[in-house]
C-alpha cells in the first residue's frame, strides 16, 4: 500500500488549506484511514481519523470545529480542510491507515501504512 499526501504549504494564520491522500496498490475502503502530524521537537500526534464508511471520526481536541476529515471510497482517498488555522498547527502532516475500519485508535502505533508527509506552515 502506497499513501501520497498533497496540499500542504505555507498560509497565514485564519487561513485554509486542504490536504489530499490518496492510496495505491490495494483498495481500503475497509480500513480507517486518517491525519497525524508531527512538529519540531514534538511526538507525532493525532489530527483525525475516520472509520470505514465515514460515519465515525475522531480529532485531536486542538482541531476540533477547524478542521474537517472526509473520504471518498471511489478514489481510494481521504482529505483533511483546515480552517482557521493557527501557527501551532503548522507540522509535517502523514496520512495513516489501519485495518480494521470500524476502529478509530488515536495512537500512532496502532496504524500500519503511512504516507511520506507533507509540510503545512501557518505563518502569524
Known amino acids: 500500500v502506497n499513501l501520497v499526501e498533497s496540499g500542504g504549504g505555507l498560509v497565514q494564520a485564519g487561513g485554509s488549506l486542504r490536504l489530499s491522500c490518496v492510496a495505491s496498490g490495494r483498495l481500503l475502503s475497509s480500513y480507517t484511514m486518517g491525519w497525524f502530524r508531527r512538529a519540531p521537537g514534538k511526538e507525532r500526534e493525532l489530527v483525525a481519523v475516520i472509520n470505514w464508511n465515514g460515519a465515525d471520526t475522531r480529532y485531536a481536541d486542538s482541531v476540533k470545529g477547524r478542521f474537517t476529515i472526509s473520504r471518498d471510497h471511489h478514489e481510494n482517498s481521504v482529505y483533511l480542510q483546515m480552517d482557521s488555522l493557527k501557527s501551532e498547527d503548522t507540522a509535517v502532516y502523514y496520512c495513516?491507515?489501519?485495518?480494521?475500519?470500524?476502529?478509530?485508535?488515536?495512537?500512532?502505533?496502532?496504524?500500519?501504512?503511512w504516507g511520506q508527509g507533507t509540510q503545512v506552515t501557518v505563518s502569524s
Open positions: 495513516a491507515a489501519r485495518f480494521p475500519g470500524h476502529e478509530l485508535p488515536p495512537i500512532a502505533t496502532d496504524y500500519t501504512y
